[in-house]
């Protein structure tokens, strides 16, 4: 990863459970500062870079998906598309890209408005269910390689993030894992299925899991649980108990 400054001193660090995510978030937000705090629970870390508070770059230890990469997930553009419009503009930033885009009317601000939601769901909003958590933040650390650009308001970010805790917790008891698979339920019942869970409906066959109908449906994971809990709770779709070779193929 690229550093714009290598600083050997942490200037804040700690574990998860005193201090919570939303605690540092809103502590290096309020302070102005800039710098790296990265994150790291088993396996998984993520780098958060601030410029005097306000996040604008995360990385992973796996690849996160980029905006090209969400515009082609959810259907706006093709992956040669994508290749062949960067090809013609060779060293030009996607940033760039994505605004000429736009002038063009190739995309729209709404398409760019969603993928970037997509994208903080991703990278950014997941990090709140974390909680077996080391954290460690470097002033004037600058990360900016291996990951993807983002732009957010802190405080933005601790509301919506809090939300989204509140309503995992309301959801889990449902959809307690992504590799849960749902299937429709053979007699449905009298009422109609709203029109905003209809896109999941449709893919609700037994074979796909909540992962899937995601990528799918062109939605967040966190989008496709909701959805899932609305469909279980007015009887239109079930959930399939795991057999034990799937349950097998998770954990090996």
């Given at each position: ?64 998906p980029g ?95 809090t939300r ?49 109908i995601a ?38």
């Amino acid at each position: 990863m690229e550093r714009k400054q290598e600083l050997k001193e942490v200037d804040l660090q700690g574990r998860f459970g005193s201090f919570t995510i939303s605690d540092i978030l809103q502590m290096i937000s309020f302070s102005g500062k800039t710098g790296t705090l990265t994150l790291i629970q088993g396996w998984n870390s993520r780098t958060i870079t601030f410029d005097q508070g306000r996040i604008c770059y995360v990385a992973a230890g796996a690849r996160l998906p980029g905006m090209f990469d969400l515009l082609i997930r959810v259907g706006h553009l093709q992956r040669f598309q994508v290749d062949t419009f960067r090809q013609r503009r060779p060293g030009k930033p996607d940033a760039d890209l994505l605004e000429e885009l736009v002038r063009r009317k190739l995309l729209s601000p709404t398409d760019l408005d969603r993928c970037n939601e997509l994208l903080l769901e991703t990278a950014v909003y997941t990090l709140f269910l974390w909680r077996n958590c080391n954290f460690a933040f470097r002033a004037g650390e600058v990360v900016s390689e291996g990951g993807v650009p983002v732009t957010i308001d802190g405080n933005h970010l601790i509301i919506e993030g809090t939300r989204r805790v509140d309503e995992w917790i309301q959801i889990s008891p449902v959809v307690p894992l992504i590799f849960m698979i749902f299937r429709q339920r053979p007699a449905l019942v009298e009422r109609s299925i709203p029109v905003q869970h209809l896109p999941v409906f449709e893919l609700v066959d037994g074979l796909r899991d909540v992962g899937s109908i995601a990528r799918e449906a062109g939605i967040s994971q966190f989008d496709a649980a909701k959805s899932l809990y609305a469909l279980v709770h007015s009887r239109h779709a079930e959930a399939i108990p795991p057999n034990r070779r799937k349950v097998c193929e998770l954990f090996n």
